[in-house]
């Protein structure tokens, strides 16, 4: 079965501590990995995919097939940072339905 | 990247009736799809609404609950028949573009509604 597991609903950290967010999945194949973000009053977007290797406002995630992971991370977190994150998993094809986590809760305190 | 608007962004609908929701994107898109977001939980993909065909739903959501149109490559509906409580819930309308990756998803704002 397709999931996308994120096991924290709430993160909450201290602006400049280190920020990682969970997501594990189980997908039948080779998906493709995203996290999508939502600030506060703003669409859902697009924040970054596996396999395009960037960096995305200083976040990165690396897929971790070993362990079916895709964790979200960035090192220094700054209060503008704080917003819903949802990771994400779709097959390769370009038609393949997108399969959301349950999502986190990023706050950053100052 | 592509601007998508949804109407209404809320409603307070009474049980029983039934509700419809429009998506208008402005380009022409090759995927369109309908989320349900409940209080709490995570984005469902409830169907795929196809561009002269009908959509294709996800395992538990069903054409007679959820009546999905698309009539042409800007525009689709979904209709949330028979409302109860559990209805109560954001529904997003997304699109892929054929100049996006696969994957790459934009979004509407949503329309919230809340069943009594």
């Known amino acids: 079965a397709q999931r996308v597991t994120q096991p924290e609903k709430l993160l909450s950290v201290f602006k400049g501590a280190p920020v990682e967010l969970k997501c594990n999945y189980s997908y039948s194949g080779s998906p493709e990995l995203f996290w999508y973000v939502q600030y506060s009053r703003q669409r859902l977007q697009l924040l970054l995919r596996?396999?395009s290797r960037e960096s995305i406002k200083g976040f990165t995630a690396d897929l971790n097939k070993g362990e079916t992971s895709f964790h979200l991370k960035k090192p220094f977190a700054q209060e503008e940072d704080s917003a819903m994150y949802y990771c994400a998993l779709s097959g390769y094809s370009s038609a393949s339905k997108i399969i959301f986590g349950s999502g986190t809760r990023l706050s950053i305190r100052p | 990247s592509a601007v998508i608007s949804q109407k209404p962004s809320r409603d307070i609908c009474q049980r029983g009736t039934s509700l419809t929701i429009q998506c208008q994107v402005d380009s022409q898109v090759t995927m369109m799809f309908w989320y349900r977001q409940q209080p709490g939980q995570s984005l469902t993909l409830i169907a795929t609404?196809?561009?002269?065909?009908?959509?294709?739903?996800e395992s538990g959501f069903v054409i007679d609950k959820f009546p999905i149109s698309r009539p042409n490559l800007t525009f689709s509906t979904l209709t949330v028949s028979n409302m109860s409580p559990e209805d109560s819930s954001i529904y997003l309308c997304?699109?892929?573009?054929?100049?996006?990756?696969?994957?790459?998803?934009?979004f509407g704002e949503g329309s919230r509604l809340t069943v009594l």
């Open positions: 997304s699109v892929g573009t054929s100049g996006s990756q696969p994957g790459e998803l934009f």
């Open positions: 609404a196809n561009q002269g065909s009908e959509a294709t739903y």
């Open positions: 596996h396999i």
